[in-house]
């Protein structure tokens, strides 16, 4: 399909890859970025085609400067509230990024709706935001994670596909393989209780952090951060700690209340020691708030 447009959006992310998905199904070309380098993205688009945000957004003085060549963003992180009542933005926390996205392109005739984009979407929309029977969402982002974009818009670009055998079997092989992997990084936890029961990974690996995260709170603690080799933070939380707050105040990035990203300054590898660091920055927040 020839380009007739570009989307920036979540790299790494199975909300950005279905978002992906249906850009590409639109004729846009995506470009998958962290939210913390959406600005950069613009330089690697140097036409004039349209350009839209989904899953990713901008601070409000990046789109005083960027916001004249973007057709439209949307996004559902409560950092990018700042941007609501702008031109050109659709901000809407209830939804996930690929649903306003898929909102956006059939009222705008540019997608014909069907009941298997609408189960794609809301498969993925239930895990990206945690709601009950996440299942489906939590099996594709096991497979989404371990094929690759390729594999995901291979399998679901014209909606929600059914697994094939060889499918089925990597799902089984993975969810085993999840047991080891959550085992050898609950080993590497850095624990505290002041001024609330935390807890920081520096993660040995990539993997299922969804997984270690929900098991944690669910056993007590307010909030679990996970650090990453190159140096990203993956945080979820209870009702105790805002994390997109935290995340967006001392870590350079942002995200939902109860799910958000930043970044380490301080190049890994990261031992316990920079997990205590990064708890007692925390800490200090949380005093602070």
């Known amino acids: 399909m020839e380009t007739t ?13 279905a978002a992906a998905v249906v850009g590409q199904k639109c004729g846009l070309t995506p470009v998958f970025v962290e939210p913390d380098q959406v600005a950069s993205a613009f330089a690697l688009i140097t036409d004039d085609k349209p350009l839209y945000l989904a899953d990713v957004s901008l601070k409000p003085e990046q789109y005083e400067v960027l916001g004249a060549r973007i057709h439209w963003l949307l996004d559902h992180h409560q950092t990018a509230l700042p941007l609501k009542t702008w031109p050109k933005v659709t901000i809407d926390l209830s939804k996930s990024g690929s649903h306003l996205l898929y909102d956006y392109m059939v009222g705008h005739g540019m997608l014909a709706p069907s009941p298997q984009w ?63 992997f959550i085992h050898a990084q609950l080993q590497r936890a850095v624990r505290t209780n002041t001024p609330l029961p935390m807890v920081a990974i520096p993660l040995s690996d990539e993997g299922p952090v969804n997984e270690i995260a929900h098991r944690l709170l669910e056993s007590g603690a307010a909030l679990v951060v996970f650090i990453k080799a190159d140096g990203r933070l993956s945080a979820r939380s209870d009702p105790r700690v805002d994390v997109a707050a935290l995340m967006e105040d001392r870590f350079h990035g942002g995200g939902h209340a109860r799910a958000a990203g930043g970044r380490l300054e301080k190049p890994g ?21």
């Open 5 to 17: 447009g570009w989307l920036i959006t979540h790299k790494n992310c199975l909300d950005g890859a």
């Open 118 to 180: 609408s189960r794609l979407i809301r498969a993925v929309e239930r895990y990206d935001l945690w709601q009950p029977c996440h299942g489906a969402g939590q099996n594709l982002n096991r497979l989404f994670h371990d094929g690759g974009y390729a594999w995901f818009y291979e399998h679901f670009h014209d909606g929600w596909t059914p697994y094939n055998r060889a499918d089925q079997d990597r799902l089984a092989e993975l969810i085993a393989q999840e047991t080891t």
């Open 269 to 289: 590898p990261y031992t316990p020691a920079d997990a205590r660091a990064v708890l007692e920055q925390i800490g200090d927040y949380v005093l602070s708030h």
